[in-house]
């Protein structure tokens, strides 16, 4: 796919497929939680997801930047937890960067995610090496630069390097030392949602 | 596993409605997931709002009413509940004297609350905030998300309920729920693991013949696993971890909470040997409360949370209240 393709059913496609990928990948979310933190993620994301999908059948944006607004706010209204209001700040951020162009290029994505990235790190206090979701989405944007399947593989890199950090924000981080050893289920809904967005840009 | 549900999506909707049939005196929206007072909005008088995952009954549905809280929303089953539901609850409680919300230190709980007061104050709801974080199971705060809020937010709703119901501002309301804050400190010990309808199985492993000290109220495990101990051994490690933070200069009041699955037999038995402890230790004792308060869901264990009062917290504490599951003195 060339550069300047990125339409609003482009990032429709992204949203659909990521609610595919979380529904596929529930059971295994929350079985990383249950190891470091209380069971729930996998099923918070999958009510959220699922009324992204809803919202965007009910009402279809037809600008990039107001798809991903639109899933960011049913993610803060639904999915409730840490995960709702740093995903869906994330979505809504990155939205509003993008504005109401028609379309966008890769690189105008990646800076409307940079901005998602930065609120993130602001609403959550955390940065990369704390065990969170952040550990995924900050090296994806970087390599979202080079392509889609660089910002895939550096998300799931990003989530597998996780695994010997002790957390040091949310739930997991009252474990502390136990913490150690497992990867952590944010940073590994992350990777699902670049992974997705390679799958669609493919 | 067994439990009384149809299917684990509608668990906390299903709990809504059967709290509706039971209280007439509440007003308990099922599909919006908002428990109010049913006299709401008081005039003159300040609103309490808290929340947080279900799973935790009584806290806080139970908790709602004259002389406590004036609404409470509940989120999935450990998970904190979405600002739609929090700013709907501060609008159906606020008199015009503004709100106080009562947030839980969690990462979820305190995000949605922040959303949701920034929401409120958008509609020109006067709105205050004050966070709860007892737990002295966390220790290196500055390595983790800060201690957790866990049995003191009974103690912050009763008495800061009852400084509203006097009908003190806001600032003067949202002062003594800090000074509660800050004069509390508690221990949680699990003798099993609970089990999430989602899941279905037990969030962590606890082999028979051991325990986990210093739980939270979420089914994570603790700091520390240990061989089975006597009640009596339990107590001192509670009380004195609690201690070697907080020494109290003031008589306290005790809460003994049971974590859902432990009988009463069990939970008198242990706080006689907090009391035993607190008698060795020379802090004296205001008032002692012992029950299910501050459940998370089929766990087995306790928690001990203590609160040094000076004259006026013991007599907000004292005060009437009456909800479904704290009432005394009306």
């Known amino acids: 796919m060339s550069d300047s393709e990125l ?10 497929a990521a609610a595919a990928a979380v529904e596929r990948e529930a059971d295994r979310l929350t079985e990383l939680d249950s190891a470091i933190g209380d069971a729930d993620h996998g099923n918070n994301m999958q009510r959220g997801f699922a009324a992204v999908v809803k919202a965007l059948e009910a009402d279809a944006p037809t600008a990039p930047g107001a798809v991903l607004t639109s899933a960011g706010r049913q993610l ?13 700040t994330l979505l809504r951020r990155s939205g509003k960067t993008l504005g109401d162009a028609a379309q966008v290029t890769r690189q105008e994505l990646r800076a409307g995610l940079r901005a998602g990235v930065d609120a993130v790190m602001q609403l959550g206090g955390a940065a990369p090496g704390d065990k969170t979701m952040l550990d995924a989405l900050v090296p994806a944007v970087a390599a979202l630069e080079t392509s889609f399947e660089a910002a895939a593989a550096a998300a799931e890199e990003g989530a597998l390097a996780t ?21 952590d289920p944010g940073a590994t809904s992350s990777a699902l949602l670049f992974a997705t967005l390679a799958e669609v840009a493919a | 596993m067994k439990m009384l549900i149809n299917v684990p999506e509608t668990v906390v909707t299903d709990a809504l409605r059967g709290m509706a049939a039971a209280h007439p005196e509440l007003v308990v929206d099922a599909e919006n997931r908002v428990i109010v007072r049913r006299d709401a ?9 808290s929340g947080g995952g279900s799973g935790h009954e009584p806290l806080h549905g139970g908790f709602v009413g004259p002389g406590m809280l004036d609404a409470a929303c509940p989120g999935e089953v450990f998970t904190s509940p979405v600002p739609d539901q929090m700013v709907r609850a ?17 990462t979820g709980d305190v995000l949605n609350f922040q959303m949701a007061a920034e929401l409120a104050e958008d509609e020109g709801l006067q709105v205050a905030s004050v966070l709860v974080n007892d737990d002295v199971a966390v220790t290196d705060s500055t390595f983790t998300a800060g201690r957790r809020g866990t049995g003191a937010t009974l103690f912050v709703e009763k008495i800061a309920g009852a400084a509203a119901e006097e009908g003190m501002p806001l600032e003067r309301v949202e002062a003594l729920a800090r000074q509660v804050v800050e004069s509390s400190r508690s221990f949680g010990v699990a003798l099993s693991a609970c089990t999430t309808p989602a899941k279905g199985s037990p969030t962590f492993d606890l082999p028979a013949g051991e325990l986990e000290l210093g739980v939270g109220i979420h089914g994570e495990p ?9 009640s009596h051994e339990i107590a001192d490690f509670a009380v004195d971890a609690i201690l070697a933070d907080l020494q109290p200069r003031l008589p306290v009041l005790v809460l003994v909470n049971g974590m859902g699955a432990t009988p009463l037999l069990e939970l008198y038995g242990f706080a006689a040997e907090v009391r035993r402890v607190l ?5 004296a004792v205001a008032r002692t409360l012992v029950g299910n308060y501050v459940t998370s869901l089929d766990m087995a264990g306790c928690s001990v949370t203590l609160c040094q009062v000076d004259g006026e917290l013991l007599r907000l504490w004292e005060a009437p209240v009456e909800t479904p599951a704290l009432r005394w003195g009306r």
């Open chain 1, 76 to 88: 803060i209204s639904t999915v409730g937890g840490a995960s709702g209001p740093l995903y869906g």
């Open chain 2, 222 to 230: 603790g700091r520390e696993r240990r061989a089975m101990m006597t």
């Open chain 1, 163 to 183: 695994v010997p950090m002790r957390a040091r924000k949310g739930r997991a981080s009252y474990l502390g030392e136990r913490s150690i050893g497992h990867q």
């Open chain 2, 279 to 283: 008698d060795e230790r020379e802090v």
């Open chain 1, 7 to 16: 339409d609003a059913a482009f990032f429709v496609r992204w949203m659909v």
């Open chain 2, 90 to 106: 501060a609008a159906a409680v606020d008199s015009g004297n503004g709100v106080l919300f009562v947030v839980k230190n969690y």
């Open chain 2, 41 to 49: 909005p008081v005039a003159d008088k300040v609103a309490l709002v």
